[in-house]
């Protein structure tokens, strides 16, 4: 049977040293969608996305992976299930080329992912597949350059085509757009929207405007707790988003 929901948490709650980070999380992300978890700075977005991807161990409640329980379960368990955080395997590789970087992620599955003593040929094989990859992320005219010498925003794009190639279920994006001018953002929307068509999508994101034509969803925290949920126009127009963005000096 498969579930409505991809992921959800039940009063998903994470306490430091007496300090709620989040309270009482109640997320839903639906199966094929894009889900944006917004909010200031401070508001508990990545201590929530930690959670989910099982980096932090809740103090109280549940997450559910496809109607699973994982709430006790290892990061590397989750994203053998399908649930694939960007930087958990995106640490680039910088003196690799770009290629080698795809093909590196590409064998993971394959259990040869630090075979570099093995003869050029048996990775041959994973070039065709890595290419593809590239293309799909907009990168494959770096193929041979170092992943080093990338500009900023292409180097994101290494990174989720790095992502993608352990064929993720459900993809997990921590600020993709962190940094970025607006060629880079609208770029790299473009490509979040491509690789979405297939599999979920839950994205961390601090800027509101970012997400307004990306997401079908936008869930808005505040001090740790659920502020407001609904679609771009929805949120963007609630009175204490607005309050809490501008409290924070933030746009």
Not at 38 to 43: K, M, V
């Amino acid at each position: 049977m498969t579930t409505e929901f991809v992921i959800e948490t039940e009063g998903l709650t994470k306490e430091f040293k007496g300090f709620r980070a989040v309270n009482n999380v109640g997320l839903q992300v639906r199966r094929g969608t894009i889900h944006a978890l917004i909010g200031p700075n401070g508001a508990g977005k990545t201590t929530c996305f930690n959670l989910i991807t099982k980096f932090l161990q809740p103090t109280t409640g549940r997450i559910l992976y496809n109607g699973r329980d994982i709430t006790a379960a290892k990061p590397h368990d989750v994203a053998r299930m399908g649930l694939v955080r960007s930087f958990q395997i995106s640490a680039v590789f910088p003196h690799l080329t770009v290629l080698e970087n795809v093909r590196v992620a590409l064998q993971r599955p394959l259990g040869t992912s630090f075979h570099f003593w093995r003869p050029e040929g048996s990775v041959e094989v994973l070039n065709d597949r890595a290419m593809e990859l590239l293309e799909q992320v907009g990168v494959d005219a770096y193929a041979d350059l170092q992943a080093v010498e990338l500009p900023y925003g292409r180097k994101r794009a290494l990174e989720i085509a790095t992502t993608l190639a352990l064929d993720p279920e459900m993809l997990l994006l921590d600020e993709p757009m962190a940094g970025m001018g607006r060629e880079d953002i609208r770029r790299i929307a473009d490509l979040i929207r491509r690789v979405a068509k297939n599999r979920t999508v839950l994205m961390v994101e601090h800027n509101l405007s970012v997400v307004a034509d990306l997401s079908d969803r936008i869930t808005v925290l505040a001090r740790g707790e659920i502020l407001a949920e609904g679609s771009y126009a929805e949120v963007s127009s609630n009175p204490a988003v607005v309050e809490a963005y501008m409290g924070t000096g933030h746009g």
